[in-house]
Structure formats: C-alpha cells, structure tokens
C-alpha cells in the first residue's frame, strides 16, 4: 500500500468517526433541496446500519484517494524521523470529505421518501424535455392560459420530432442521465453501443441512429433506469462539446 492509499484507508475512517459524532450532537440534515428535515430516527436507522457504514467509509476513501492523487499538494504531508519517509496527515481542509456522509444519508432518505409529480414526456423515447402548444395572452406577456386540447401533438427537444405527449407519475428526483439507442423489433442491440448497462450522450446516440433511422430510435434513461450505468462521457447529456470516455469493456 503507497502513502497515497494508505492515507485515504485511514481517513475513511477517522473521517466516519468524526462526522458521526457531530451528526450525533443534534445535527439536523435535510433532503429534497432543504425542504424537509430528516427524522433523526431514520439517520440512525441508516448510522446503525453495518452495510451502509461500510459503503460511506468506501465512498470516503475513493474521494480522498482521487484528491490527494490529482492534488497532493493540497494535502499536509510530514516526514518520518527514522527512514525518511513520508506520509500524508489529517489537517482541517481534509474534513470537506466528511460530508459524503451527509450525502449518503440524504440520498438514501429520498430513494426510501419519493415525492410524485405528475410530468410530461415524449411517449416516442420517454424523455420530459418536451413542448407543448397552449392558449396565452399576448397582451399580457404571453401569460399562460391553458394546453391546448385534443389531438395535437407535442414536441420533443430530444427526439427533434412532432410526438404525443403523455402524463407520467415520476419521482421529482429522477432526471435523465443519458441516453441509449432502443432495442430494434427483434429486440437486438445496436452494434455501436457496448453494453446494455453503457449510457451515451445524445450526440453520440443521434450518430448512431443516423446510420439507419429506419430501424433505430432514441431512448432517454433517467437516474432509476440501470442500476450501475456506465457512463460513456462526461458532463451534460446533450451537451455536443462534452469529452467522450475512453472506456474498456469486457466484451
């Protein structure tokens, strides 16, 4: 183990023990953007729980192992008196990782507390970032009356296409990560696409199904879809400029 893992080994647990005492101090956490307050009976329920423990310590360590490998010199390093060495130590900015734990607790609260909403999405690839026509007053800056009722029809920023647009009842937390290109009639998977676990961006889904619009469309895939996405690039999904991952699967 290098002074770099052995660092991070140790912080994700002196850096457990500390968050657990302040939290412990009558800290309150919040969810849902500090809207509702977090029982304090299901912040124990979670602390009190050994697989949960065992999954924020690991959370801690890989974030510290990333930060002190990407900027050691962020990080107070002291030098051993009998061979020479060194090693990395505890010092107040280090603390900034302890908050994972908030995180977790607040990210676990909202997965076991869904709060509905009833939102509208393209029923061609099942993405909300849709328009819809609708009755405004021009005079009174275009405010807002009502939809438009009947059979027009919708459309979708995503697709680029003219789309019914339904109602769906959808965690307010869930929002679209990426996108895939849809199973073809015979329930056959893309050839450009590596995993069915691999999400894309939608540049590179659009180039995929360039090459045949005819047999491929556009699927979104929202934060509940796969359980561990792959992510194939980095930043904003519909971001054209975002950098592709350079990833190796195991074919």
């Known amino acids: 183990m290098n002074k770099y893992e052995d660092f991070a080994q140790r ?31 299901y912040v124990d329920k979670v602390l009190e729980d050994e697989q949960h423990c065992t999954a924020i310590k690991e959370q801690i360590r890989l974030s510290v192992l ?26 107040s900015d280090t603390y900034d990782h302890a908050y994972i734990m908030d995180n977790y607790i607040e990210d676990q609260y909202e997965k076991d507390n869904p709060i509905m909403e009833a939102r509208y999405i393209c029923s061609h690839c099942g993405s909300d970032n849709v328009q819809v026509k609708a009755w405004v007053k021009p005079n009174l800056g275009h405010k807002f009356v009502d939809e438009v009722e009947g059979d027009e029809l919708g459309w979708c920023d995503d697709c680029g296409l003219y789309s019914v ?23 056959e998977m893309h050839p450009d696409m590596d995993a069915s676990f691999c999400v894309y961006s939608l540049p590179q889904v659009q180039k995929m199904i360039n090459k045949d619009k005819n047999r491929w469309n556009l699927l979104a895939i929202y934060d509940d879809t796969i359980e561990e996405p792959t992510m194939m690039f980095n930043g904003d999904p519909r971001d054209p400029d975002e950098p592709v991952m350079e990833v190796l699967l195991k074919k």
């Open 165 to 187: 647009i339904e109602t769906k009842e959808m965690n307010v937390r869930n929002h679209v990560i990426g996108f895939q290109v849809d199973l073809d009639s015979n329930d």
């Open 66 to 91: 990333l930060s002190v490998q990407t900027d050691p010199r962020k990080y107070k390093e002291v030098k051993s008196l009998k061979d020479g060495s060194t090693k990395f130590v505890y010092s």
């Open 11 to 41: 912080m994700s647990e002196e850096l457990f023990q500390m968050r657990l005492e302040d939290i412990s101090c009558a800290l309150s956490l919040t969810a849902f953007n500090n809207e509702v307050e977090i029982p304090d009976s």
